[in-house]
């Protein structure tokens, strides 16, 4: 009976030392793990600190641009010489302006009717010709509208410039009006 105590006795021990080195195992394997979500916790952090670093640039920048205006013009140059249709030369260039004031050149615009003689008397005779030719019973509301514009002086140019005058609610109802 001795040595089955002691026989007992030693499988007890190895028993415990067994479930000690499971035990032990365990712990490291946990440890192990724990230290790995670690390190993939700590490189998420940094992926979403890079990317909200990347954002903040893109809102900085979107906003800079949308906070400073352009606008783009197109300007003409004419050469104003006593030179025929197909020999003049125009020349285009595209200026950007950054402040509010934008000019206008559509209001004091001069038409090439205007300008040449040949073809405002060429225009004229046309404009005769048509006149002539022209039904009075098949005029449209629309031609009956323009003659009306075109005896009171007005025209394209004239009336931009009116409807851009006064406040905001004159210049719509001014323009409802027509």
């Not at 499971?22 to 394997?29: C, G, L, N, V």
């Not at 903040?56 to 140059?77: D, F, G, M, Y």
């Not at 300008?115 to 009956?144: G, M, P, V, W």
Request: proline share 2%.
């Amino acid at each position: 009976m001795a040595e089955e105590a002691a026989h007992l006795e030693k499988e007890e021990r190895e028993r415990m030392e067994r479930e000690a080195a499971e035990a032990q195992a365990e712990m490291e394997r946990k440890m192990h793990e724990a230290k790995a979500k670690e390190e993939e916790t700590r490189r998420l952090q940094e992926e979403l600190r890079h990317a909200h670093e990347e954002m903040e640039e893109k809102q900085r920048a979107l906003h800079e641009a949308i906070s400073t205006p352009r606008t783009l013009h197109v300007s003409e140059h004419d050469d104003d010489d006593d030179e025929d249709e197909s020999a003049r030369s125009h020349s285009h260039e595209l200026n950007i302006i950054e402040d509010e004031v934008i000019p206008r050149p559509e209001e004091s615009r001069i038409t090439e009717a205007e300008r040449n003689k040949t073809i405002n008397k060429q225009l004229e005779s046309l404009s005769a010709d048509l006149a002539r030719a022209k039904l009075d019973t098949k005029q449209t509301q629309n031609d009956i509208l323009h003659s009306q514009n075109k005896s009171q002086g007005r025209d394209k140019y004239k009336t931009l410039k009116q409807i851009r005058q006064g406040n905001t609610k004159q210049r719509v109802d001014m323009f409802e009006a027509m």
